[in-house]
């Protein structure tokens, strides 16, 4: 692009994709991260040799017995722990988004699917991920993306960025005609028929005490199946949806 971005606005309606976002376009120093990540796991450990189970940090609104096994949902409670012992926000935030994926990942899920299976039962006797393992692996990994994102955003001038809780159908606060270009994401259509978008924020979301993201597919635009079609002043569009219709 000929011209730099001087300000860029971020909407959406799902706490745990604006969390993710505030995340990659926060500027922390590499080793601030790294000796943060060590800290974690220290206390991690400590928690560990001690037997400790933080029961009241495990998610409500989650069948959590039906998700995790027991021993993993304790050490995702143990992991949770010691990412609130630490005191700024921005390092909290950013290893809780590394909570929030690896919590997917030892749960019972399987993989590659577009909706929400759990792993056969003849599998669960051999599925043993390790969450300090698991957390290792996708800290270092996020530290050195996040470290190489900015690494190129600060070598130009920077832009303003903003992230917002907005739904896309109510009025916005932006000034008219002070938006040059608008990326966005389809619809993905109700859950029952289509991907269920929602449900793959759920077990993150709520392990970081998000109940917004369990009702995500209903109230997500094209979540549900209307009878009535709305139409816009534009014939271009009126057309092509009668056509869809």
């Known amino acids: 692009l000929k011209r ?20 990659k376009t926060t500027h922390i120093p590499e080793g601030v991260l790294i000796s943060s990540q060590k800290n974690i796991e220290k206390r ?65 899920k399987r993989s590659n699917e577009f909706k929400m299976y759990r792993i056969p039962e003849e599998k669960l006797s051999k599925f043993k991920p390790s969450v300090l393992v698991e957390f290792k692996k996708k800290s270092d990994d996020n530290i050195k993306k996040l470290n190489e994102f900015h690494t190129i955003l600060i070598s130009k001038e920077p832009p303003e960025i903003h992230i917002h809780s907005q739904d896309a159908r109510n009025k916005s ?27 793959f924020s759920k077990i993150g979301g709520l392990w970081l005490d998000l109940p917004e993201v369990s009702s995500l597919d209903k109230n997500s635009l094209g979540g549900i199946t209307k009878k009535e079609i709305m139409f816009f002043e534009s014939p271009t569009f009126n057309k092509i949806i009668k056509k869809i219709k």
Not at 4 to 23: C, H, M, Q, R, T
Not at 94 to 107: C, G, P
């Open 4 to 23: 730099e971005f001087s300000n860029i606005y971020g909407f959406d309606i799902n706490p745990l994709a604006l969390l993710i976002s505030k995340v």
């Open 173 to 199: 606060n932006l000034k008219k005609e002070s938006v040059d270009l608008v990326i966005t994401s389809p619809p993905y259509g109700d859950s029952r028929t289509t991907v269920a978008y929602g449900e």
């Open 44 to 108: 991690f450990l400590k928690y560990k040799k001690e037997k400790r189970f933080f029961k009241e940090l495990l998610p409500n609104n989650l069948n959590v017995k039906y998700w995790f096994k027991p021993s993993i949902a304790r050490d995702l409670t143990l992991l949770k722990k010691a990412i609130n012992a630490q005191e700024n926000k921005d390092v909290k935030d950013f290893f809780n988004i590394v909570l929030a994926e690896i919590a997917l990942r030892t749960s019972y």
